[in-house]
Nanobody
Framework: QVQLVESGGGLVQAGGSLRLSCAASGRTFSSYDIGWFRQAPGKEREFVARIRWSGGSTLYADSMKGRFTISRDNAKNTVYLQMNSLKPEDTAVYYC????????????????????WGQGTQVTVSS
């Protein structure tokens, strides 16, 4: 089992930056693939980025490429999401999620690919 706690959200002006953290408990954290998702009011939860357990492979949603960077420090049991050039449409609750397995037919961009979720952290970008 792994428990996830997000932090680092807040209020920022358009064009600004934030770094979110996803801290995990559990000795097997380094075995988990970690994803970031976000959910704006009235909208479905959407994929942001994912990093494989080894940190050697990352995946981004098209709208985040070049602005967001996902990274991990397994020694600290933490995954980071560096967000630059923030826009008002990035306003959402951001969640990190973890999975030990890759299931055929369920892409890592799908919420069903993850078994464990944090409580989320609010990011608000003002115009």
């Amino acid at each position: 089992q792994v428990q996830l706690v997000e932090s680092g959200g807040g209020l920022v002006q358009a064009g600004g930056s934030l770094r979110l953290s996803c801290a995990a408990s559990g000795r097997t954290f380094s075995s988990y693939d970690i994803g970031w998702f976000r959910q704006a009011p009235g909208k479905e939860r959407e994929f942001v980025a994912r990093i494989r357990w080894s940190g050697g492979s990352t995946l981004y949603a098209d709208s985040m490429k070049g602005r967001f960077t996902i990274s991990r420090d397994n020694a600290k049991n933490t995954v980071y999401l560096q967000m630059n050039s923030l826009k008002p449409e990035d306003t959402a609750v951001y969640y990190c999620a973890a999975t030990l397995r890759v299931v055929a037919g369920i892409p890592p961009t799908n919420t069903n690919a993850y078994e464990h979720w944090g409580q989320g952290t609010q990011v608000t970008v003002s115009s």
